[in-house]
């Protein structure tokens, strides 16, 4: 089955504390990005990657690292969360034979 | 940059029609695309529109004018599974060919 999978689905933790969210994608696309949903404002894009160790800002990348090291895998890393990181975070790959996204199940953060 | 303006709610009864606008300014205009987001569930794609004119799928059918800067997303025959968040998105040629996402309508079907 074709699929976006992020991990983990939920995560509580206190500022300063490093964290991963991993993201994977099982179709074989270049095109990968990390968005943040916050109440009222959309879905706001953070960083994506056009292909393996292709990486570029979105609108909002303050705070945010990202990396591309293999086609399948695009985790977002916060160095340092802060409370204003607390949102739920998609990742999603492109399909470009239709320029559609196809999007993980989503990561609520919530940092303290 | 790149903006896009929907209304921030529609509500509509079972069984009627039901039209979410999106306007927007973008330079290199490649495409738009509509996306449905359930509460807590993630966007999943619905239209895409390239080139000028009505695109139709099943109960919804979406519309693209290019001169305008506007489309429209239609869903008829409204039933209450489609109360959700819906998303208007463009695609530019000479970026990132990702997505840019608007607000999003919520939409509220009454019985």
């Known amino acids: 089955e074709a699929q976006v999978t992020q991990n983990p689905r939920y995560l509580i933790t206190v500022t300063g504390k490093k964290l991963t969210v991993t993201c994977s994608q099982n179709m074989n696309h270049e095109y990968m990005s990390w968005y943040r949903q916050d109440p009222g404002l959309g879905l706001r894009q953070i960083y994506y990657?056009?292909?393996?160790?292709?990486?570029d800002k979105g609108d909002v990348p303050e705070g945010y690292k990202v990396s591309r090291k293999e086609k399948r895998n695009f985790p977002l890393i916060l160095e340092s969360p802060s409370p204003n990181q607390t949102s739920l975070y998609f990742c999603?790959?492109?399909?470009?034979?239709?320029?559609?996204?196809?999007f993980g199940p989503g990561t609520r953060l919530t940092v303290l | 940059g790149q903006s896009l303006e929907q209304p921030s709610e529609v509500t509509a009864v079972e069984g009627a029609i039901v039209q979410i606008n999106c306007t927007y300014q973008?330079?290199?205009?490649?495409?738009l695309s509509w996306y449905q987001q359930h509460d807590g569930g993630a966007p999943t794609f619905l239209s895409y529109?390239?080139?000028?004119g009505l695109e139709e799928t099943g109960r919804f059918s979406s519309f693209l004018s290019r001169s305008d800067s506007y489309g429209y997303l239609l869903l008829q025959e409204l039933q209450m599974k489609d109360s959700a968040s819906y998303f208007c998105?463009?695609?530019?040629?000479?970026?990132?060919?990702?997505?840019?996402f608007g607000r999003g309508t919520s939409l509220i079907v009454h019985p």
């Open positions: 973008t330079s290199g205009f490649y495409g």
């Open positions: 999603a790959s492109q399909d470009p034979s239709t320029d559609t996204q196809y």
């Open positions: 990657s056009m292909n393996v160790e292709v990486t």
């Open positions: 998105a463009v695609l530019t040629s000479g970026g990132s060919y990702i997505p840019t």
């Open positions: 529109n390239a080139l000028d």
